[in-house]
Nanobody
Framework: QVQLVESGGGLVRPGGSLRLSCVAS????????MGWFRQTPGKDREFLGA?????YVVDSVKGRFTIDRDNATNTMYLQMNNLQPQDTGIYYC??????????????WGRGTQVTVSS
């Protein structure tokens, strides 16, 4: 069992940046894939990217969002730049991320709210 806790969300103006963190309860980053998802109003949960054997970010946010990790602290990060109102939503981290017809994970955090508004 892995507990995941996200933090770093908040209110930011368009064009601003946020850095989300996801702390795992035990060393996982070096063993299984972890990733970020988001739930935006009116849309299905969206996969953003993952870190594991490789680091991958989906095309829709590539160039604005980056994922990195710190194995020493069991922490994964999502750096988000040039945020726009359509990025508003709840951001979740997941462990045991894989693709089987769609992206999913075995363990989930509770999410952190990101609101982009002027």
């Amino acid at each position: 069992q892995v507990q995941l806790v996200e933090s770093g969300g908040g209110l930011v103006r368009p064009g601003g940046s946020l850095r989300l963190s996801c702390v795992a309860s035990r060393p996982t980053l070096s063993r299984i894939s972890m990733g970020w998802f988001r739930q935006t109003p009116g849309k299905d949960r969206e996969f953003l990217g993952a870190v594991g054997a490789i680091t991958y970010v989906v095309d829709s946010v590539k160039g604005r969002f980056t994922i990195d990790r710190d194995n020493a602290t069991n922490t994964m990060y999502l750096q988000m730049n040039n945020l726009q109102p359509q990025d508003t939503g709840i951001y979740y981290c997941a462990a045991g991320v894989r693709y089987n017809k769609k992206w999913s994970g075995d363990y989930w955090g509770r999410g952190t709210q990101v609101t982009v508004s002027s």
